[in-house]
């Protein structure tokens, strides 16, 4: 059975994702209410990434690190913990920092962003890279779940 925090974890995270990718929307054509919307957004995707953070590495240290990293490097899928968990850590490390950027530079501009086309763009630019990398961790944690699950069968065979 899946842990309800990995669930906690990951729906917040994707949570957190799509209201950058509604922050990067907005910014694409600022008006005065689509700023207001962007800035709810980014405390949203904020909060939600924050929570994501915290869970997941609660659930590393209580769990992974005890019971599933351990099985996952006796079988045959080691490599998933090896290098996919490896990545997956450095990677979900900047999403803070990226949304904490995002909040910081939408608060900071504000109706300066319906003239300042380069300050606007930049906030697209960060909302769309906080949502890649973030969908390539969460496929990243798709892949670890899969070497996980591998290594219960194997170990059953």
Same mark, same amino acid.
């Given at each position: 059975?899946?842990?309800?925090?990995?669930?906690?974890?990951?729906?917040?995270?994707?949570?957190?994702?799509?209201?950058?990718?509604?922050?990067?929307?907005? +910014?694409?054509?600022?008006?005065?209410?689509?700023?207001?919307?962007?800035?709810?957004?980014?405390?949203?995707?904020?909060?939600?990434? %924050?929570?994501?953070?915290?869970?997941?590495?609660?659930?590393?240290?209580? %769990?992974?690190?005890?019971?599933?990293?351990?099985?996952?490097?006796?079988?045959?899928?080691?490599?998933?913990? !090896?290098?996919?968990?490896?990545?997956?850590?450095?990677?979900?490390?900047?999403?803070?920092?990226?949304?904490?950027?995002?909040?910081?530079? #939408?608060?900071?501009?504000?109706?300066?962003?319906?003239?300042?086309?380069?300050? !606007?763009?930049?906030?697209?630019?960060? !909302?769309?890279? #906080?949502?890649?990398?973030?969908?390539?961790?969460?496929?990243?944690?798709?892949? #670890?779940? !899969?070497?996980?699950?591998?290594?219960? +069968?194997?170990? +059953?065979?």
């Amino acid at each position: 059975m899946v842990n309800p925090l990995i669930l906690i974890h990951a729906i917040c995270a994707e949570l957190g994702l799509f209201a950058f990718l509604w922050v990067m929307v907005e +910014m694409l054509n600022p008006t005065q209410t689509r700023i207001a919307r962007a800035q709810v957004a980014s405390v949203f995707g904020f909060a939600f990434l %924050i929570f994501a953070w915290v869970v997941g590495g609660f659930y590393y240290v209580e %769990i992974y690190g005890l019971h599933v990293k351990p099985l996952i490097n006796a079988s045959d899928a080691q490599w998933v913990h !090896s290098v996919v968990m490896e990545v997956k850590e450095h990677v979900f490390l900047f999403l803070p920092i990226l949304a904490t950027l995002n909040l910081a530079l #939408i608060y900071k501009y504000d109706q300066e962003l319906l003239e300042n086309r380069d300050a !606007s763009l930049s906030i697209v630019l960060v !909302s769309g890279l #906080i949502f890649l990398l973030g969908f390539t961790i969460a496929g990243m944690g798709a892949l #670890i779940s !899969s070497g996980y699950r591998f290594a219960l +069968m194997a170990g +059953m065979a």
